[in-house]
């Protein structure tokens, strides 16, 4: 049984009634809450987290914002389509509010209780954010943070994050892990609030102003789209394009997306994955690979100048060996030189003993011929003497018949009858008559 709770005295001067227990005023303020008219509001869905027995959610718009609460099993006779109600979905809701009171042991808590719902379209919020995308888009900001260069290793990075939440530690997570040592750069600004997006933007430019920070990283943890909506600010967005710092973003987990992903340089995932995309290069890796190849270098090195040293020491010795080689080759082409001329006065010897041998022989053939020119003379004189024309001219004739026989005798000449008479400047027919005898 609990016991009895004295009634403190009041604060002097306070003309306000009480005290009063402060159970008891919080069950008296349940009751009127519960009292008050039951209504429909309509608005924009966020932050939504669906738990065992209840749906939990925030109802905003442009002036203000409530949050509400649904039974599980009244939200799933809703039967609403997967991914129907999101955040930034505009709905309806009826219900009215409701006051838990607490305990010791529990915190109170406000909440408008939703005894139904309906799915009224997309919101405001949300069509606003997809006309800035594609005005953003359309005035070519996506990609001037895409064309910058980003160092391989460098040597100064800034970032931008809470100072007080897990993106730091990330980040610094992500850097050992790459084996990094450069010097780091904090801009602590608030990144859930009003207020984060100018301080977001002037950290940014504050680093880029600096002239020393080769990368910045904008990180922030997981969190709903209307905790990462000032990453969506359009100010910010246009400050981050025209930067000429490349600038990776890391808002939210994998499944986030909001304006400042598609102006940066980079979008990642996690805050450990930019602090990797800062630096791409392993740096003990790095480290390892130069250690080894400076090792290389130097057996390389030494090899080249023992071939060197052999090579100067072959060189030194070469003048003599050369001047022999000169000599011994002068030698051989003299030799050659020597067997040379003696072939050539042997082949001139021999041409010139065949040339004597044959004018010898020219010589003996044109003293034959002469000798045979007389003879053939003399024989030619002896033709002539013995020639019938020769005869023909002193007054003989030569008798022939038609088939051009030579006619002997007169009998031979009375059976041809028809004869040719040759004298000897020109030939004659003649016929034989019988009295002729």
């Known amino acids: 049984m609990a016991e009895p709770v004295t009634t403190p005295a009041g604060i002097d001067g306070s003309t306000l009634p009480g005290p009063y227990g402060v159970g008891r005023y919080a069950a008296g303020l349940r009751d009127f809450l519960r009292e008050r008219p ?151 600004a608030p990144v859930q609030d009003r207020h984060a997006a100018p301080r977001i933007t002037a950290a940014l430019q504050d680093l880029a102003a600096t002239g020393e920070v080769d990368v910045i990283v904008v990180a922030r943890g997981g969190g709903s789209l209307a905790d990462l909506f000032c990453f969506c600010d359009e100010t910010l967005c246009r400050t981050v394009a025209l930067l000429n710092v490349p600038v990776i973003a890391s808002v939210g987990h994998h499944t986030d997306r909001t304006l400042i992903d598609d102006v940066a340089a980079l979008s990642c995932s996690t805050p450990t994955h930019a602090a990797e995309s800062a630096v791409p290069v392993h740096c003990a890796e790095a480290r390892a690979e130069v250690l080894t190849m400076t090792r290389r270098l130097g057996v390389h090195a030494r090899r080249a100048l023992l071939h060197r040293a052999q090579t100067l020491a072959r060189l030194s010795r070469a003048p003599g060996e050369h001047i022999a080689g000169e000599r011994r080759r002068l030698h051989q082409r003299m030799r050659e030189i020597r067997a040379a001329g003696r072939r050539r006065v042997e082949r001139e010897h021999g041409r010139t003993a065949r040339k004597a041998l044959v004018l010898d022989r020219k010589a003996v053939a044109a003293a034959g011929d002469a000798r045979g020119a007389t003879r053939l003379s003399a024989l030619a004189m002896a033709l002539a003497a013995h020639d019938p024309d020769r005869t023909l001219e002193r007054g003989y004739a030569l008798v022939t018949d038609r088939a051009g026989e030579v006619v002997t005798s007169a009998a031979g000449a009375r059976d041809a009858g028809e004869v040719r008479l040759r004298f000897g400047d020109a030939a004659v027919d003649a016929t034989i008559g019988a009295d002729d005898d």
Not at 84 to 94: K, P, T
Not at 105 to 110: E, G, I, K, L, R
């Open 38 to 188: 039951r209504v429909q509001l309509f608005g924009e869905v966020w932050n939504l987290r669906l738990s065992r027995a209840k749906v939990y959610l925030e109802l905003r718009d442009g002036e203000g914002a409530l949050p509400c609460s649904m039974w599980r099993n009244d939200f799933d006779a809703l039967r609403l389509g997967e991914g129907a109600l999101g955040d930034g979905a505009q709905v309806v809701i009826a219900g009215g509010l409701d006051y838990y009171a607490g305990s010791r042991t529990s915190s109170p808590a406000f909440t408008f209780a939703v005894s139904g719902l309906r799915v009224a379209g997309e919101g405001d919020l949300l069509a606003q954010l997809d006309r800035l995308r594609k005005t953003l888009d359309g005035e070519g900001l996506f990609a001037p943070q895409k064309r910058l260069s980003r160092p391989a290793l460098p040597r100064t990075i800034g970032v931008v994050t809470g100072e007080g939440g897990k993106a730091r530690d990330d980040v610094l997570a992500g850097l050992r892990r790459r084996g990094w040592q450069g010097r780091l750069v904090w801009a602590f």
